[in-house]
């Protein structure tokens, strides 16, 4: 058994969402105690109740402490079970994390597993559903999972309600990471809007266009009108594709922040990756670790990236990992970025 300490680094829901993960994976039992002890709220909410309830589900795990507000959980894996699951967050919470929660069970079924799945694509402290799509999913399908994925309707803060579908396919092949720098040229976008006038998706795409510009970097930037939202919202998306790899950034809207501010504030986010020449951003570093320490762990395959910024989502994240797999992962700097290296030992 497997005991982890929730308020170790950044001791939020995302020490919970990996430990699933890697429980999962390993076969291994764990014990997860000050869940979200860093947070406002701490203990379990009800994304995070749902990330439970779609691990416990596809694992047939047996789960103690699943309640909202529980501190301490225990999660026993057992047999993956293919198939389809729906579940509904019942608030706006992320979608995206409950989904990537999930996700590395890639490397264990024989089968698709197919997931519906309700709540928020669109909300802050998480990946938007338009980098889950454009930057997430080519990034860990580099590695060789195989995913669909499809939206139906966004959500936002504060009511939620978005509908998202995605079938998780069995890995026909797997590859480490092995990424250098990169040399990004343009970008490219996708402004989320529910609800609000029609002036503010244009205000944002101009702010974004103009700073780019000045930067001497070319921008194509889409506005995708999803009133059939239960709130009101909108969302900012960029990215940028190199040679091997791409980058991305992404902000949430929210009452009080003009529209150009916010299209500057994603344009910037952009163009520092895009300037870095970083292999990936630095959101993207610690999502990725879980499936590059499976592959150094269990094939022995080394894999390597460059960032711009260590997070400490990232650090936090690699010590999880290593508590669960014979791994060793280093993060050193080297000359105006960071190298992590994956190996297995």
């Avoid at 509908?163 to 396919?169: C, K, P």
């Avoid at 989320?192 to 780019?212: F, G, M």
């Avoid at 909108?234 to 940028?240: A, D, G, I, P, Q």
């Avoid at 989502?313 to 960071?338: C, D, G, Q």
Wanted: proline share 4%.
């Amino acid at each position: 058994m497997i005991e982890i300490d929730g308020s170790y680094g950044e001791g939020g829901g995302q020490i919970l969402r990996s430990s699933l993960s890697l429980s999962i994976l390993t076969g291994k039992a764990c014990i997860i105690r000050n869940i979200r002890a860093n947070r406002p709220n701490p203990g379990l909410r009800a994304q995070h109740l749902t990330a439970v309830r779609v691990a416990m589900e596809v694992s047939n795990a047996d789960v103690k402490g699943l309640e909202i507000g529980s501190k301490r959980l225990e999660f026993h894996p057992r047999d993956i079970e293919e198939g389809r699951y729906h579940f509904d967050i019942g608030t706006a919470g992320s979608v995206t994390l409950v989904l990537q929660t999930i996700l590395p069970v890639s490397f264990l079924i024989s089968r698709p597993i197919e997931l519906s799945l309700r709540g928020g694509t669109d909300v802050k402290w998480s990946p938007t559903w338009d980098y889950f799509v454009n930057v997430f999913l080519p990034i860990i399908s580099k590695i060789g999972v195989d995913v669909e994925a499809e939206i139906l309707r966004r959500g936002f803060y504060p009511s939620g309600g978005g509908e998202v579908r995605m079938r998780i396919n069995p890995l026909k092949r797997y590859s480490p990471l092995n990424l250098d720098e990169q040399d990004y040229q343009d970008v490219k976008g996708v402004i989320t809007v529910s609800k609000l006038k029609e002036d503010i998706p244009r205000r944002i795409k101009h702010s974004i266009i103009d700073y780019l510009i000045r930067k001497g970097v070319s921008a194509r930037i889409s506005v995708d009108r999803d009133d059939s939202s239960i709130s009101e919202g909108v969302s900012v998306t960029l990215w940028s594709c190199g040679k091997d790899s791409r980058v991305g950034s992404a902000h949430v809207g929210e009452k009080g922040l003009p529209s150009e501010k916010l299209g500057r504030l994603s344009a910037d986010d952009i163009f520092k990756e895009m300037e870095s020449r970083a292999s990936l951003d630095v959101h993207m570093a610690d999502q990725v670790l879980i499936y590059l320490a499976y592959l150094s762990a269990h094939h022995q395959r080394f894999s390597r990236f460059l960032v711009r910024e260590i997070t400490n989502h990232a650090r936090t994240n690699a010590w999880l990992v290593e508590r669960f797999l014979p791994v060793r992962i280093s993060m050193e700097r080297k000359e105006r970025l960071y190298e992590v290296q994956i190996r297995g030992i």
